[in-house]
């Protein structure tokens, strides 16, 4: 990948506040030297964090999916003016307990998010936007939420009120409702840059700018109906997955295109809250379409292609939006100057599949889902075109703007500072091997309670639940699609044991209790007796 700078501000302006980051990098990285403390009092960059719902790694273009799902070159920008982290991982593949890990560096057992059911994120706990605006950032956070409780340490907040909805999204500002109107993409960026435009200039700034897209309905800005020009898009190859070689967790899932999709996910219904007008653009998109598929009457895999195509139509529509708003966000930064001093990050709360292994959503400790989208760029830190392929995770960035922000990282925090990474100086003892635990069971999707190790090439998997104990094991070298667990085969018999204690290693280090809360499923049944991994 060629760098590029063209952009970026003035290059006089820029090569100063380079040369002074080097520096600076240079002495947190030896403390021995004992500048430390003076390497902290130089200027704190600004922190852009640029935060999507559900947006797979696979509909980035920047990340080379081989189906070229669609082009974002305002997301591409971050990875060609920055870098691109390959395997991003999230330890619990969904929402709300994702965004609690970020805010808390902390695991969901540690900081008492599991699931979207049940859990109520505890504000008084210390998070990082917390300790920045302690140490004199002003700190904002705009659009989706999603913890329940009311945001904590932000001088300013406007979210949305549970999950959020497309089209003139009610919000919640400094605790009293509002409603907008447009749509929610524009709107959040709008809320984020109206803030910028008001900010106190003298003091350095947090923004956490989170979208709700490209979540579950999937709904487009009307300008983005028919952004494909009815394009049929080529299948990932496990589109009919038949989930042979894998055991039960697998076969009874409940979040495929086939079976699980509803009326309202393919539109064959019009969402609520449009305009006349906007009814009208919907219906002139939309009714023509589903009469010929209701005319067709397909069935079997034709169905399925059907499903898969108005899916992709759609989310890929709703990342049309975030990708737009990315670059107004770029564009702010660059007209305000404030490019070289800021690092920006785009990121999404978990992975998820886009018709691989037949699924929409997330939860899996497979790579689809626990995968998210990590790009990053800071000039004069980062290198310009850089990829990395270390096993970095979500759980990692409250330490990294700390350490950014020259601030202490709380010895509780379960992540690492990824400032090394983007300093090209990867400490020589950085994780190999990464745990992983998913609670929420059985609804939605019925995807059974797991946990397990991931490492570079392999995956060793328990399954929990009252008629399933189980083990499987994948080796991504010689299946990267996940197809054929390998658990049990004498050729891995060491591996197996390898791993296994490396899963009970991280256990220990994590402090995973042995037995988590019945409330952490977020169900009423308790799906197994825990039993320590053997
Ligand atoms: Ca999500």
């Not at 990340?63 to 991982?89: H, V």
């Not at 075109?385 to 270390?390: F, M």
Request: proline content about 7%; glycine content about 8%.
């Amino acid at each position: 990948m060629v760098a590029s700078q063209g952009r970026m501000g003035g290059a006089g302006r820029d090569g100063v506040a380079r040369a002074t980051w080097v520096l600076m990098l240079g002495l947190v990285f030896n403390p021995s030297t004992g500048y430390a403390a003076e390497s902290r009092a130089a200027k704190q960059p600004n922190i852009v964090v640029i935060y999507s719902d559900d947006h797979a790694y696979q509909a980035i273009s920047a990340y080379g999916d081989p189906r070229r799902l669609l082009e974002t070159p305002n997301i591409d920008r971050l990875a060609r003016e920055g870098m691109r982290f390959n395997r991003c991982l999230v330890p619990n593949s969904i929402c709300g307990p994702c965004r609690a890990i970020v805010l808390t560096g902390k695991y969901s057992h540690i900081n008492g998010f599991y699931n979207n059911s049940n859990s109520r994120f505890d504000g008084s706990q210390p998070t990082f936007p917390k300790m920045l605006r302690a140490a004199g950032y002003q700190t904002a956070i705009f659009g989706k939420w999603h913890l329940v409780s009311p945001p904590t340490g932000f001088d300013s907040w406007c979210v949305l009120p549970g999950q959020g909805v497309y089209y003139h999204p009610p919000v919640i500002r400094d605790g009293n409702r509002e409603q907008l109107t447009g749509y929610v993409t524009d709107r959040i960026t709008d809320l984020a840059l109206d803030w910028l435009k008001s900010r106190d200039k003298s003091k350095p700034f947090l923004l956490m700018c989170q979208h709700k897209a490209p979540h579950r309905e999937w709904l487009p800005a009307i300008r983005h109906l028919g952004h494909d020009k009815d394009r049929v898009y080529p299948e990932p190859p496990s589109l009919f997955d038949d989930y042979s070689g894998r055991g039960k967790a697998e076969h009874d899932q409940d979040m495929t295109i086939a079976k699980t999709m509803t009326a309202t996910d393919l539109k064959l219904t019009a969402p609520k809250g449009l305009t006349a007008d906007e009814r009208k653009a919907w219906d002139a998109y939309y009714t023509p379409r589903n009469q010929a598929f209701q005319a067709a009457k397909l069935t079997g895999a034709d169905l399925v292609r059907f499903k898969y195509n108005r899916y992709l139509h759609d989310y890929l529509g709703c990342i049309k939006a975030v990708d737009e708003n990315v670059g107004r966000v770029l564009d702010y930064l660059d007209q305000e100057r404030l490019t070289s001093d800021t690092l920006v990050i785009y990121t999404s709360d978990q992975g998820f599949y886009l018709g691989e292994h037949g699924w929409f959503d997330k939860r899996w400790i497979f790579e689809e889902s626990l995968r998210t989208p990590l790009l990053a760029r800071w000039p004069g830190v980062i290198q310009a075109g850089r990829v990395d392929d270390h096993l970095v995770s979500n759980l990692d960035f409250a330490e990294t703007f700390l350490d950014a922000a020259g601030l202490p990282i709380p010895s509780d925090m379960q992540g690492r500072s990824l400032v090394p990474i983007f300093a090209g100086r990867t400490p020589a003892d950085w994780r190999t091997s990464f745990y992983y635990q998913y609670y929420e069971y059985p609804a939605p999707h019925h995807v059974r309670p797991h946990y397990g190790v991931v490492t570079d090439r392999y995956k060793l998997v328990r399954f929990a639940a009252p008629d399933d104990d189980s083990w499987e094991l994948f080796d991504l070298k010689t299946d990267p699609g996940e197809l054929k667990s390998v658990y049990g085969d004498p050729t891995y018999a060491q591996t197996t044991v390898d791993l296994k204690r490396e899963l009970d290693r991280l256990r220990g280090v994590l402090r995973v209790p042995a037995e988590p809360p019945e409330s952490a499923y977020g169900g009423s049944v308790r799906p197994s007796p825990a039993r320590t991994p053997r």
